[in-house]
């Protein structure tokens, strides 16, 4: 594939890239929500609320034309982002998309029956965030992040570039650590973030079910970096 102008990373224009990225996280999302509602749904919970409430920790891979195709965005404060996700973003969930109607909360949904329930009842508990059987993790590492690129524009750099422009805001506003969770399965995803300084938070958090470093209950790894 040609490019007639190099492709670069900048800061994210909310008004301007909202779209694209939101379109990106649909196309790069997890298997399991990749059609249907829940491919609706998932952008409302890993892009949305970051470009609504800390636009400044969000960076985009611009293809040279000004097209947004892939970006890192991230709350610098975990806890602070968990209480205006519930105080600023759940209140106008409804007026952004019919589909975002709360769910009912009890029981828990199980996912192999109803993906769009389970997503629905994520978007409406932020508090997963605060991963509260472990509290270290948001002690030492209370950033956190998600990073999508659209598949032509990876393995060309531009993942590395994305987070040392993300890792150079938060060093400037004195954040020491910050943390993602990924698919446990995801071996390619695992080598990159390790290429790039990441390692697996150094705790077993999954009541000791696999005896594994930083992999939680639903097989999911917490990878860590201090700054």
């Not at 970006?71 to 209140?91: D, G, M, Q, S």
């Not at 938060?170 to 990159?192: S, T, W, Y």
């Not at 990441?198 to 990878?223: A, H, I, P, T």
């Amino acid at each position: 594939m040609s490019f007639q102008n190099q492709p670069f990373v900048r800061l994210t224009d909310p008004a301007k890239d909202a779209g694209p990225l939101f379109d990106v996280c649909k196309k790069t999302v997890g298997p399991a929500l990749r059609a249907g509602i829940p491919n609706l749904i998932a952008p409302y919970i890993w892009n949305v609320p970051y470009l609504r409430l800390c636009p400044e920790y969000c960076f985009s891979v611009d293809d040279g034309d000004g097209n947004a195709v892939g970006y890192v965005i991230c709350a610098p404060n975990t806890a602070e982002f968990v209480t205006k996700w519930r105080e600023e973003y759940l209140p106008v969930l409804e007026s952004l998309d019919p589909l975002l109607k709360q769910p009912e909360m009890d029981p828990p949904a199980d996912w192999s029956l109803d993906i769009t329930l389970g997503v629905l009842q994520l978007l409406y508990n932020p508090e997963d965030m605060l991963h509260a059987v472990c509290p270290r993790l948001l002690e030492e590492y209370p950033a956190h992040l998600h990073i999508d690129i659209l598949p032509e524009y990876q393995r060309r750099g531009f993942g590395k570039m994305l987070m040392e422009a993300l890792w150079g805001r938060l060093r400037v506003a004195g954040i020491g650590g910050l943390h993602l969770v990924m698919e446990g399965r995801n071996v390619d995803a695992e080598r990159f973030y390790k290429a790039i300084g990441y390692s697996r938070f150094d705790e077993v958090v999954d009541e000791g079910k696999s005896g594994e470093l930083g992999k939680d209950v639903n097989g999911n790894l917490w990878m860590v970096k201090k700054l």
